[in-house]
C-alpha cells in the first residue's frame, strides 16, 4: 500500500498547498451540504498533511 504521505519536504508541500488551495475553493461553497461536507473533509486532511509535513526532516 503506498504512504498517505510524502517522504520529502519538497513533495510535502506540494501535497500540502495543493489540498489547501482545494480547502479554499470548498470554503467558498460552504452555504450548501456537499461543500460543508467537502470542507470539513479538507479541514481534517491539511491539519493531518500539516502535522505529518513538521515531522519530515529537511
Known sequence: MPPLFANNRR???RLLSS????LAICATQIQSTPG??????F???CLS???AY????R
Open 19 to 22: 489540498a489547501l488551495v482545494a
Open 11 to 13: 513533495d510535502g508541500a
Open 54 to 57: 513538521r515531522h519530515l526532516e
Open 36 to 41: 460543508l461536507i467537502l470542507t470539513l473533509l
Open 49 to 51: 498533511w500539516g502535522l
Open 43 to 45: 479541514s481534517v486532511l
